[in-house]
Structure formats: C-alpha cells, structure tokens
C-alpha cells in the first residue's frame, strides 16, 4: 500500500507539470490584450488577486526549472522526440476513448479505439503514429470536458502554481482523468514508472514546442495574467465544442499536434 501511494503521489506530481503548459502552448500564438478585471466586467474571477500573486510564483517556476529543461529536451533529435510523442499520445487514449463513451460519442469512440489498437501493434507500441497515416485522426477529450457535455458549468477562475488555470470542473476532472487511466491501477512498477514518464515527457515536449510563442504573447500582452486567463477560456471552448468556436483570435491549434 505505502509503495502504491508513493506511485500515486509521484504520477500526480508528473501530472501537475504536464498541465502547466496546457492554457499556454494551446493558446500561445493569440494576440488577445485583454486588461485586467474592470467594473461592470464579469470575468467570474473572485480571487484575482490572489490569483495574480500565485500566477507571478507559477512564471517564476517555470522560468527557473520548467523552461531550461524544456530546452535541453529541444535538442534531442527531431525523430526522437517525435517518437516520444506519439509514444505518450497513445497512452493517452484510453482515457480519451473512456471519456468519448461517457459523452455518448460513438464515432469518436470507435476512432480512438482503433488509433491506440493499430498504433500499439503496427506503430510499435505508439512510437509511430500509422493510425494518422489512415486517416484516423487523434484527438483528445477529458473529465473536464466530459462535465461541460453534461451542462457542469465551469466555476469561478482559479490559478494553481505548477497546475495553471484549474476551475472546480477541471480540478474534478483531472481527478477522475487519473482513475480513469489504467496505469494508475496497475501494481507493477515499472507501469508506475511508466506513467510518471508519461506524464513528464507530454509535459516537456507541450513546453518545448510552446517556448517561442509564448515567449511572444508574454511580450506583446499589456496584461499578461488577463490573457491567459481568458485564453484558456476559449481554448477550453474550442475543446469542448470538439473544435467549433464562436471566436474570431483562437490560435491555430495545429501548430501544437
């Protein structure tokens, strides 16, 4: 029991870093310099300022530790780190297939059990993406998102250190994301190790990809912590909507597959 949960405890502290880069690599490329809260706006944003002062500890972090390792992952190979990308992307889908069943989404379903079979045998074990190749497209759907199908409205804003933008409806979704992963269950452990890795790499290599543009949005923001905040606002939109937004600045998204 005591090693299970030293599992558990090291795959969330993984999973923490991994979810940092999330409101920023998938939204860096906007050009959005939304100000700060102002009267008569409603950003649902009790503790801003609080928020604000764990945001400014969150770039701190990132600056110091999350970034520079971020780099040094940039120079491995190209063919390296794209296998290792699509290595962590298939461990993924079976949340993503769980999550497609839970909001009733049987094409979607259907695609990403066929993805994580054809690229766990032909695609040795993930690391190459035949399934792309097919035509079966990737995509990703969580708890979070799940909750937002079932009309769970988001909850006031929040900003965790390390975790990034985390609201009530994301905070349970990343929670029930884990019970959903099988590797959280296993009791072997190397299947631990596996996913502490899992968790790490998707994180570093999300964080790597990002470096430039958010580099960018932090500079040409004229409100650094209001952009992000709205940002990953709609980027939870456009996810939730599988990719219909009703906004004109979303990023291309793309650039970050």
Known sequence: MAEDRHRLRTSFMALALAFLTVPLAGCASTRSDTGATTEGENYNDPAEGMNRKLFVFGQGLDNAVIKPVAQGYGELPRTARKGLRNFVRNLAEPVTFANDVLQAKPSFAFGTLARFSINSTFGLLGFV?????????????????????????????????????????????????????????????????????KFLVDGIDTRERAIETVEDLERTSLDYYATVRNLYRQNREFQINDGQSEFDDLPDFDEFE
């Open 129 to 197: 993406d035949v399934a792309t190749d097919l035509g079966i497209i990737r995509h990703s759907e969580d708890f979070g998102q799940t909750l937002a199908v079932w009309g769970v409205p988001e909850g006031p804003y929040f900003f965790a250190p390390i975790l990034g933008p985390l609201p009530p409806r994301d905070l349970v979704g990343l929670i029930a994301d884990m019970a959903l992963n099988p590797l959280s269950w296993a009791g072997d452990d190397w299947v631990g190790y596996l996913n502490t890795g």
